[in-house]
Every structure is written in C-alpha cells, then in structure tokens.
C-alpha cells in the first residue's frame, strides 16, 4: 500500500479508539511524559520496545490510540514513529482484506504455536528495533482471561530473546513498561459489545535498567547459557510489570480511603 493507506488505517483506528476510551468510557493516564518522551527523544538509530499486561483484544490499539495525539497517527507518513506489533497469523491475516488491513497497520505476522525461534515475523521484529523502531509486545503472549483483575499470566522467554537478540544492533533499545487495568470492561472476551462508563489506568513505568544482561547478550554464549540469559530479561520484564501494578493497586487503595473520609 502507498504510505497513505497506512496514515489512513492508522488515522482512522485512532479516531474509534478515541472514542471508545475518551467519550464512551474514561481514560486516566499516569506518567504519560516518561512515555512521550521515549516515543520522541530517544537517541537517534535507538530502538523502543514497550511492554505490558494483555486483558483484552482491543488492548492493542486501543491503549496507546488512547494516550498518543491523533496527529501522531495521521501524520505517520512524515514520521515513521508507530509502533510495530506481533499479530496473530491465523486471526488477522487470515484473509487477503485483513492482511491488507493489518499490514498497513504495522502488524508483522506471526505463528502463534511455533514457538519463537525461526519465525521470520518475530526476526522482523528483531530488525525493526535493531534499526531504530519501536515494538510494542505482549510478553504473557495471549489474553489473560482470568475473572480475577490482579492475574497476570507467565511471561513467554521468547520475549526476553527478542530482546536480547534486539541488542546486538548498535545500540542497546529502550524497554518501557506500563501497566493497566479496566479494558477487559471495556471489551469483554467473547462479548462483540463495548463497554459504556468504564474507567480504563495506564501507568508508565521508567526504562528497565538492564544493561549488565544485554551486554551478556553480545558475547558468544553456549545455547544453554543462552536459554538462562533469555529468562533473567524475561523475569525482570515481569518484575517491572508487576510493580507497576502494585504502584498502581497501592495508589487506589489511598484514594478509596481519603474519600471515605475519617
């Protein structure tokens, strides 16, 4: 497609998105410039991979449509700075009109079953951040559907190798964590409806230092030793996570009671 059907599909996205989490429903964001300011002043050539919890399909795009100005999508074609995302190959590319969407979407196909070693789309993805680009993935690698709103499910190591391998560019990427809660109100898993009314938090969390383990990343390394290596970036990625959520959880729980009053 030309560069303005990506504008467009983005553009457009955007604008339902907004609608769903600003005029349907309330979007309350946390630390929003540690965000903006990874997306617009990271050092030229770094490469950005954000990373959060998964509660709903719509997470994706409806998330970052929610806290990022409609310019920043409409206007892609002058900028390049959205996000790349891992989609699922047998639900969005399953027709010539979805591939077609999806793409121009910035969505890289991938095999949900075969793991993450060999897949063209997630060594695509690899490149892209290698190259300066931002990724956004969903580390737990499917939707949470647990009732239970303070579940979150295993990280996936596959992301912690995407994250290794994607620090062997010239430059070691930006790792941001946020986390969230209230879009699987918003979109209930197996409900076509929208939620009306809800409250969607996002709260961004600072870059994940972790550079004493990328810079493991770059050395030869046995693939045992590899396996290892993948799993400690995994396990800090979920400790950032996790934090995000207690931060979260703690400030609720200060709110609730100074509006109960004594």
């Known amino acids: ?14 604008v339902a998105m907004k609608f769903v989490l600003h005029v349907l429903n309330r979007l309350e964001v946390k630390n929003e410039q540690r965000f903006l300011e990874v997306i617009h002043n990271r050092s030229p050539g770094q490469g950005l991979i954000t990373i959060a919890n998964h509660r709903s ?20 074609h002058e900028h390049k700075l959205n996000r790349w995302v891992l989609a699922a190959q047998d639900v969005c590319f399953s027709t010539w009109a979805r591939s077609r969407f999806f793409q121009a979407g910035k969505a890289i196909p991938v095999d949900r079953g075969a793991g993450v070693l060999n897949q063209p789309g997630v060594e695509l993805a690899i490149q892209k951040v290698r190259d300066g680009e931002w990724l956004h993935v969903f580390p737990e690698g499917k939707v949470c559907a647990d009732r239970d709103p303070s579940v979150m499910l295993p990280f996936k190591w596959g992301v912690g190798r995407t994250v290794c391998e994607a620090a062997k560019g010239p430059e070691f990427p930006v790792v941001l964590p946020f986390f969230h809660r209230g879009m699987d109100e918003v979109k209930e898993l197996k409900n076509p409806l ?10 961004f969390g600072e870059p994940i230092k972790m550079e004493d383990l990328l810079l493991k990343c770059r050395k030869c390394i046995k ?10 970036i995994t396990n800090r ?21 100074q509006s109960s009053g004594p």
């Open 223 to 232: 693939d045992t030793e590899k396996e290892k290596l993948w799993s400690e």
């Open 194 to 203: 929208i939620g009306v009314g809800k409250t969607v938090d996002v709260v």
């Open 57 to 76: 399909t719509l997470d994706d795009p409806g998330i970052l449509c929610g806290v990022l100005p409609l310019s920043f999508f409409y206007q892609e």
């Open 1 to 14: 497609g030309t560069p303005y059907s990506r504008d467009a599909v983005l553009g457009l996205t955007a």
């Open 237 to 257: 990625m979920r400790k950032a996570v996790l934090e995000l959520q207690y931060e979260w959880e703690e400030s609720r729980l200060v709110d609730t009671q």
